[in-house]
């Protein structure tokens, strides 16, 4: 590793990292759909392979140097990390300057990020949006596709309830005569039951519902592919995205609804969709305790996570004041998708 002047980066034998932002300027070449959950020797438990948290942990955001915890690892050419027993002169330059990129909030995470994304806020009715009409009003490129209704943290598929999934596909409705699925990520099969709130939890469900995406695309290769996310599954849906591009499929639609915004759960860089709607409310807590907990040096450090997107249109709803209300409801009320 050496320091190049040219581009004010540090040189690996497979990336440069950037001091100044504190992540590498190009993704982890090490990591692919084939390692990227069980790691590159998988563990066999009863005939089943097991999930490898070292893998899962290191691709939840390929650009992140030693998964945001340079005092513990080392990464001497930018594609693995290793426990960091002896730091070396360069390794100590940037694991300071790293823990002043977390400190100071990274860069290019989105992550509190005042980036309205085409928002103007106003008064008056439910939704406060430069291009009106709520959700919809903000539609593009409709056509006969695939949807997948992807739930939260703790919940499962049962939480979209029957009025909204009647209204979403219905005669002269926003997505009329396309197909809904569940991306149920409710059973995740390690640790605990359920849909924990873990980013190994929402690895795993994302790497099981790729799967089902990858066998409907396959029967119809030509179908926009549409994903809604409420909570974490906003995040869920975010990793699918990465991981059909590194398929070279591309997610048509993505709507992500009180979805705590993160540094991990970020589109990786060239990654783009055809349209991004974020909704959010100011009176949601449950989005912003969505943040993350984060080491720096010996101490820890909760990161509240933020409500907008960088590159999204971002639509804020106004109106409902109840917290419990408006974070557990948002998701499946009509008049979001209307007003």
Partial sequence: MYWDAETSTYCTPYRNFNPRTGRFTQPDPHWGIHNMIFGDNP?????????????IMQTGNLFVYCINNPVRWNDPNGTFIMPAMVATAVAVRMATTVASAVTGGGGGSGVGSSSSGGLT???????????????????????????????????????????????????????AGERYHFGDWSDTGWLSRGAGNSVIARMIGALNIFQDIIRVYEATPNAPIRLIGHSHGGNVGILLTNMLASRDINVDTLITIGTPVRADFQLNAGVTVGQHINVYSRNDPIQT??????????????????????????????SWRNPVNVHNNMYNNVDIWRD
């Fill in 289 to 318: 305790a969505g943040g993350q907990l984060l080491q720096v040096g010996y101490n820890f450090r909760f990161v509240p996570a933020g409500r907008t997107f960088d590159n999204a249109n971002n639509i804020r709803v106004t």
């Fill in 43 to 55: 563990t066999m438990r009863n005939g089943q392979m097991m999930p490898n948290p070292n893998s």
């Fill in 121 to 175: 806020v106003g008064g008056g009715g439910l939704i406060a949006s430069a291009g009106g009409g709520g959700i919809i009003g903000n539609l593009r490129n409709m056509a006969n596709g695939n949807i997948w209704l992807i739930h939260g943290t703790f919940s499962s598929s049962v939480t979209w309830s029957q009025e909204f999934r009647s209204f979403l596909v219905g005669e002269g409705e926003p997505f």
